[in-house]
T-cell receptor
């Protein structure tokens, strides 16, 4: 089974703090994604990566950056957290670049920015 | 840009009954995939069922089936013999198969919370 692990289930941070959300997968998948989930808005893509050191912007990249130094790890970085970044963050992985592929998700990190 | 709309924020069903969750999408493309994902409370989101747009036959997975109407751009999920474990948030999602810059992006609907009553 694919295992996608997000480092924290719940996180509380202060406005202005630098926040790191980590995602690790154990299935050697090439593609990794970061989504943000908000009520009434569904999931929105923040950033994704097809390979080590590669990254591409999704629909809502503003205020976020990412890092992929190793194939199995994809980090989401909030350079200066703001209250409007309070949300559920989901990491996902998939193998290869085929449209029919399934994405496998982590359990999510619920971030509160105070 | 493609959009996916789930017009039912919440649905409920009695155990053992059948429920249908609605999803519509907007696209100008002919080749794409549609997905239903399930997110149980405090648990990971998992794939329920997948439909290729070029296939006229509706996909089925045990108690889960879809009604795919390509011309109407509708993709509903039917859950038969509902069980307590079916209670979850369900997301409809679309992905283009056109390749190029459209690849890789799943577009999700707003989600429907399904409650199953014993």
């Amino acid at each position: 089974d694919v295992k996608v692990t997000q480092s924290s289930r719940y996180l509380v941070k202060r406005t202005g703090e630098k926040v790191f959300l980590e995602c690790v997968q154990d299935m050697d998948h090439e593609n990794m994604f970061w989504y943000r989930q908000d009520p009434g808005l569904g999931l929105r893509l923040i950033y994704f990566s097809y390979d080590v050191k590669m990254k591409e912007k999704g629909d809502i990249p503003e205020g976020y950056s990412v890092s992929r130094e190793k194939k199995e790890r994809f980090s989401l970085i909030l350079e200066s957290a703001s209250t409007n970044q309070t949300s559920m963050y989901l990491c996902a992985t998939e193998s290869g670049r085929v449209a029919k592929n399934i994405q496998y998700f982590g359990a999510g990190t619920r971030l509160s920015v105070l | 840009a493609q959009t996916v709309t789930q017009s039912q924020p919440e649905m409920s069903v009695q155990e053992a009954e059948t429920v249908t969750l609605s999803c519509t999408y907007d696209t100008s493309e002919s080749d794409y995939y549609l997905f239903w994902y399930k997110q149980p409370p405090s648990r990971q989101m998992i794939l329920v069922i997948r439909q290729e747009a070029y296939k006229q036959q509706n996909a089925t997975e045990n108690r889960f089936s879809v009604n795919f109407q390509k011309a109407a751009k509708s993709f509903s999920l039917k859950i038969s013999d509902s069980q307590l474990g079916d209670a979850a948030m369900y997301f409809c999602a679309y992905r283009s198969d056109a390749g190029g810059t459209s690849y890789g992006k799943l577009t999700f609907g707003q989600g429907t919370i399904l409650t199953v009553h014993p």
